[in-house]
């Protein structure tokens, strides 16, 4: 079992910077798959960032290149999303996940792919 905790969440205004902290509990950190995403009232879950903590390989969605960043410190055993240039459309609920399993290529933005969530933290952009 993963048992994962996020924190950071808040109100900025557009153009400002967020982090966001996940915290993961009950497996080894270095073999799992953790990603970042996010939903928005009315809309489906997105895939934000991904980090296979083994690798420290990254992957973005499109509509996060070159402004948010997905690292780890694995001392901590945690999973930090800087968010930079925010803009309103980044407002949402954002949840850390993460998977123990190998996932086919293309599969790592796909919610379905994890089986861990945490309870989310609220992000709020204003323009």
């Known amino acids: 079992q993963v048992q994962l905790v996020e924190s950071g969440g808040g109100s900025v205004q557009a153009g400002g910077s967020l982090r966001l902290s996940c915290a993961a509990y009950?497996?080894?950190?270095?073999?799992?798959?953790m990603g970042w995403f996010r939903q928005a009232p009315g809309k489906e879950r997105e895939g934000v960032a991904v980090?296979?903590?083994?690798?420290?390989?990254?992957y973005y969605g499109d509509s996060v290149k070159g402004r948010f960043t997905i690292s780890e410190d694995a001392a901590k055993n945690t999973v930090y999303l800087q968010m930079n240039s925010l803009k309103p459309d980044d407002t949402g609920m954002y949840y850390c996940?993460?998977?123990?399993?190998?996932?086919?290529?293309?599969?790592?933005?796909?919610?379905?792919?994890?089986?861990?969530w945490g309870q989310g933290t609220q992000v709020n952009v204003s323009s």
């Open positions: 996940a993460a998977s123990t399993r190998s996932m086919g290529w293309g599969r790592q933005l796909a919610p379905a792919s994890y089986g861990y």
């Open positions: 009950g497996y080894t950190f270095s073999t799992i798959i």
């Open positions: 980090i296979w903590t083994g690798s420290l390989s990254t």
